[in-house]
């Protein structure tokens, strides 16, 4: 039998929306298995919480919650374990904006305040972690109720899907200042693109994702501008019922839709010059009752 190597190099988070806490694991880079940090009990946050993001570096941990709040841990390189930041947690302004996600862009933290009808942005501070709320504009308007967030990986752009009036969704689209954090509109917002469930962005920062109610549709993105190009192919490339993200593999080489409602997930070549998703043989594969959200490494 082959023997593995026991070294602890990474770590993994889980957020329980029911309980208040992260609970946090160490991976074996051998076998792949987990081992239960903190005794097997969960890290406290506020309740409800809803999405995480680290930081640049790795080093802190940021958390939204139901309670309207952002809660901000450092981590032991050593053991992995959280540490609440004695300024944590932060309250995010307005009146109950409801925090969907955050996502991190540079050295900043942004909120969907689904309550708030906007994104809210923090500052985090270099070797701290700790956060500061606020830059010129902020909060920004969406359309009502935005759920989602994506930034590319160089921090250029953010996108948000909401809810809308219509009930059928729109994008808002913004670009991003690395040095101040602030965010400007794109001409026209919100979009009016159809969207039903999680907006994603491609590892190379060049296509959009959009979930709508049967399929995918992807859309070229200029990291100038944050303009929108044509949908590529004209169509939403078809997946299956309720697709509810669509996630590229670190290469840019396939594309996978987590399918809700249809317990499936459908397989893509993708080809990251076009952004032409062509289905592999044999998809789409079953995969549980309601296959949600989907991580590649």
Known sequence: LPSFPTRRSSDLYVLDYGSAGIYG?????????LTALNGGSAFATGNYPQSLAF????????????????????LNPSTGALG????????????NP???????????LYTADGGANSVDVFAITPGTGALQEGATGSPYPTDIGPYSLTSDPSGAVLYTANAAASGNGSISAFTINPSTGVL??????????????????????????VTETSGVAV??????????????????????????IAVAD???????????????????TF??????????????????LYPDFIAIR
């Open 184 to 209: 400007a509109p794109v001409a026209g917002n919100p979009l009016p693109i159809l969207v039903a469930n999680e907006v994603t962005i491609d590892p190379q920062g060049k296509f959009l994702f």
């Open 84 to 95: 609440a930041l004695s300024s944590s947690p932060y309250t995010i302004s307005g009146v």
């Open 25 to 33: 694991f160490s991976i074996n880079q051998g076998d792949g298995s």
């Open 55 to 74: 930081d640049a570096t790795g080093a802190y941990l940021y958390v939204a919650t139901g309670d309207n709040t952002i809660w901000a841990y450092s």
């Open 219 to 244: 859309y070229p993105i200029n990291k100038s501008t944050g303009v929108l190009g044509a949908l590529v192919a004209g169509l939403p490339f078809a997946a299956g019922s309720n697709p509810y």
């Open 98 to 108: 409801n925090p969907q996600q955050i996502v991190r862009a540079g050295n900043y």
């Open 250 to 268: 670190p290469t840019d080489s396939f594309v996978y839709v987590g399918n809700d409602q249809s317990a499936n997930v459908s397989e893509f």
């Open 271 to 288: 080809n990251a010059l076009t952004g032409f998703l062509a289905p592999v043989t044999g998809s789409p594969m079953a995969a549980g």
